[in-house]
């Protein structure tokens, strides 16, 4: 008889545990959206190129490399409970625990996202309009051999008066910028991202 009850009761705590982390794994969503973007308006650059033609560029790829078609979410990074406001991107490129986001705004008309240099020296920004859905997403990618060197450079220059990385050891599109460090290749797209929760 004390077996039965002592199962029943541990089932019991089974099952509130289960919905308990069921609730605290949805409430993390802030944001998602469904993402469409039009092939023929993609634009390629490349440093000390510029933009690519237009029939220099292989969409195909791009779509099939970058998704033309999307997912993204924007959740409460609970990894770290210490830093308030603290956002994570999840989409079909950063599809795992996503990557911490360095900008995260939502204003009347627009929401912008801007993510950290990720370990593999990318990075993504989104504007998207809230009411038109209308949207520009640009990828940046960073993994070029010049910008080792250039990084190097930054690090070991003592009359630098900015920090380079931020105090949890991430890179930002603006601090970057800041110290003329460019992209190897950027991708603009453009297209339409559908209002889903927390719009």
Excluded at 38 to 47: N, R, S, T, V
Excluded at 96 to 107: A, C
Excluded at 175 to 193: A, R
Aim: charged share 25%; proline share 3%; aromatic share 14%.
């Amino acid at each position: 008889m004390q077996i039965k009850k002592n199962m029943k009761k541990c089932l019991f705590m089974i099952f509130c545990l289960f919905i308990s982390f069921d609730v605290n794994s949805r409430s993390t969503n802030v944001i998602t959206f469904t993402c469409e973007y039009d092939p023929a308006l993609i634009q390629k650059e490349q440093k000390n190129l510029g933009f690519f033609k237009y029939d220099e560029i292989d969409r195909f790829e791009i779509c099939k490399t970058f998704s033309c078609k999307d997912l993204i979410e924007v959740n409460l990074d609970k990894s770290n409970p210490s830093i308030k406001n603290s956002y994570r991107l999840r989409n079909s490129w950063f599809n795992h625990q996503g990557i911490l986001i360095d900008k995260f705004l939502m204003e009347e008309n627009n929401v912008i996202i801007s993510t950290f240099v990720s370990q593999a020296y990318f990075l993504e920004t989104y504007l998207i309009d809230k009411t038109s859905g209308k949207t520009k997403r640009t990828f940046y990618r960073f993994d070029g051999p010049d910008f080792f060197n250039n990084l190097k450079k930054v690090e070991n220059n003592k009359d630098r008066k900015l920090p380079l990385y931020n105090k949890d050891g991430k890179l930002s599109l603006e601090t970057l910028q800041s110290f003329s460090i460019k992209p190897w290749q950027v991708f603009h797209f453009e297209g339409k991202c559908q209002n889903g929760t927390g719009v």
